[in-house]
């Protein structure tokens, strides 16, 4: 379990891999605990609000992905995600938003896969006993999945049809094509891509067909063949 | 379009338009051999033309069911799959050879492992997709060919005629050789592979434009969307992801002209890309890398020149010594055969060829025919 990630959708690894892991000391809770007051209060103390000013370790229990994300890293580049965080660590948060219906609990923006990989490797799950630096944004849904499309985006990986479904969404939920755009970066001449569901081809519906054409060699292929073969039909119209 | 001017002679109307023509290129070709008339198609749009194209003759005739072929690839993209399927199983008009056997194809995204063996019957190699209980999976014909002998050998068998969607817009040294040389009686549009089938191209003149009208008027060109023929979404994904049109391509995923297709692949079909990195060794790299590092626009600086840099590049990213002297062999004919032509330009070209893995010189060949018709056009102007 340490090199090789389990086979199969990032939902069911988790699922298989939330085995029993070794629960932390009770002290251990208590410093983490006091820690992340620490940090609160001293959060207080900038003169500014970026939330990588307050970042939080919380149980990696207490945080979900989210159902929409459609942002895809394949398994050599978790692997090579996994090789960055046991050599340097987290450098990195998780983003998240907290669930208004259950306090204490997070939601991803961004970040699914530095929490796939605690999730999934042992060894990284023991340095923190399962401990996940995490990062709180306050936002509503629309505005959430914007976040994570802009994050996505930020590193120019992100999957096009789920980006679709994405807009789609976003536009069942009432935004506007201006808002869309302003939200999560796009051109508008992407939202009329991705908005143009029929498929492209009606394009191309007033297009006239090319003329058809033969070149002097055809020409003069068609009569060397007339001139050796005089009895056979050699067509003029193709 | 580019490429229907200078490099070929004058020019003689026919009477109907591409559409039309196509249509009685195609009669033509079931006259001649009774009807014996494979379509090879590989799922992109071009062969959609011709199989719709074929579909309407072999009913005008009542010579139904066409054969259709397809040499599946394995690292085929999930659309092209879908839309295969769909046609090879589901479309009584048409007559499935669906071929999923070993055979060998040249893996342009890897120097290293040079040979991809597609369907690979080790049982320690994972394919990318499963075998369809519909296709074809035992080998006839050998193991180990290549493709071009595979379709040769399976067309020898079949016999008669094979129309595909080969066209000649964007490559000039194609549309030289298909209004030149008669490859069949008089017809140049064709190319003769063995003395046991005859390969014709009856869309070889037509422009992206045309293929895309064709698609759209489909079985109903009174009303044009009304009745679309169906086609390959992965030509609606490249559009939503941006690609301009005269860059759509659906192929497998590593071939050595469809290199470009990496950068997107990992974006529209995430799975595929999956399952892909997996089985191919180096596609990741090109997905990582990107495209300003896989083609190379500036010349490293630690190189004084182009000629350099292809050089070094010949000796340490090339394995094989053979591949070796082929590039080397390549470039030196590239500057013997352009004597116009400045060195470095040559030479940055060549070296996009052997990072592309080019080995068989593709890319070379187009440069040198349009950098040809280039000098000439300058030579012209010189003697006045």
Avoid at chain 1, 102 to 108: L, T
Wanted: charge should be negative; hydrophobic fraction near 35%; include cysteine.
């Amino acid at each position: 379990m340490d090199d090789q990630p389990p086979e199969g959708s990032a939902a069911e690894i988790i699922d298989q891999t939330a085995v029993q892991l070794a629960e932390i000391s009770a002290e251990a809770v208590e410093r983490i605990a006091a820690y992340n007051q620490a940090v609160r209060d001293l959060y207080e103390q900038l003169p500014w609000t970026h939330p990588v000013g307050m970042v939080q370790w919380v149980h990696i229990d207490q945080v979900r992905p989210n159902g929409y994300n459609p942002n895809s890293v394949a398994h050599h580049e978790m692997r090579l995600l996994h090789t960055s965080i046991d050599q340097d660590g987290y450098t990195q948060p998780v983003v998240a938003i907290e669930d208004e219906n259950n306090p204490g609990h997070y939601e991803i923006v961004d970040g699914f896969h530095r929490y796939t990989i605690m999730r999934t490797y042992r060894d990284i799950y023991e340095t923190t006993g399962g401990y996940l630096p995490l990062v709180v944004i306050d936002k509503p849904l629309a505005d959430r999945i914007a976040s994570t499309v802009r994050h996505n985006r930020a590193r120019g990986k992100h999957s096009v049809n789920g980006m679709s479904s994405l807009v789609f969404r976003m536009l069942e939920q009432g935004e506007t094509d201006e808002a869309i755009c302003n939200k999560i970066g796009l051109e508008a001449e992407e939202l009329v891509r991705l908005k143009h569901i029929t498929g492209f081809a009606k394009l191309h519906m007033n297009h006239e067909y090319s003329r058809a054409f033969l070149t002097d060699r055809q020409v003069k292929a068609k009569a060397h063949y007339k001139r050796d073969h005089p009895d056979e039909p050699v067509p003029t119209h193709i | 379009m580019a490429g229907t001017s200078r490099v070929s002679a004058p020019h003689y109307a026919l009477p109907g338009n591409v559409y039309e023509t196509a249509l009685e290129r195609i009669r033509w070709v079931f006259d001649e051999f009774d009807d014996q008339v494979t379509v090879s198609i590989s799922g992109g749009k071009d062969s959609t033309v011709v199989l719709e194209l074929a579909l309407i003759v072999a009913r005008e005739r009542d010579a139904l069911p066409v054969r259709a072929q397809w040499l599946d690839q394995e690292c085929e993209f999930e659309a092209t799959v879908d839309y295969q399927t769909w046609l090879l199983t589901e479309r009584p008009e048409v007559r499935p050879q669906w071929l999923q056997i070993p055979f060998k194809l040249f893996n342009a995204t890897n120097h290293q492992d040079e040979w991809l063996h597609v369907w690979d019957p080790d049982p320690a190699v994972e394919w990318v997709r499963e075998k369809h209980p519909a296709a074809i999976h035992e080998s006839t014909i050998g193991e180990g060919k290549l493709f071009a002998d595979i379709l040769t050998a399976i067309n020898d068998v079949n016999g008669g005629a094979v129309l595909t969607g080969v066209r000649a817009e964007e490559s000039p040294t194609r549309r030289l050789g298909l209004t030149t040389y008669p490859s069949y009686k008089w017809v140049t549009w064709g190319q003769k592979k063995s003395k046991l089938h005859h390969v014709f191209h009856p869309i070889f003149d037509w422009s992206w434009r045309d293929i895309w009208k064709a698609i759209i008027d489909g079985n109903n060109p009174a009303e044009p969307g009304s009745d679309p023929w169906r086609y390959n979404r992965h030509y609606d994904e490249m559009y939503r992801y941006g690609i301009p049109v005269q860059k759509m391509r659906v192929s497998n995923y590593h071939h050595e002209t469809a290199i470009s297709s990496l950068f997107y692949l990992q974006e529209i079909e995430p799975e595929t890309w999956e399952r892909a990195t997996r089985r191919l060794e180096g596609i990741s790299t090109a997905g990582q890398l990107g495209k300003d590092d896989f083609y190379v626009t500036e010349l490293p600086f630690m190189f004084r020149s182009w000629e350099e840099y292809h050089g070094y590049l010949v000796d340490n990213i090339v394995p094989d010594p053979a591949h070796q002297a082929t590039f080397r062999k390549h470039h030196a004919d590239l500057v013997r055969r352009l004597p116009g032509t400045d060195r470095e330009t040559i030479a940055k070209h060549a070296v996009q060829s052997v990072i592309a893995n080019d080995l068989y010189f593709t890319k070379g060949n187009n440069f040198y025919v349009t950098q040809r018709s280039k000098e000439k056009q300058a030579e012209r102007t010189a003697n006045g």
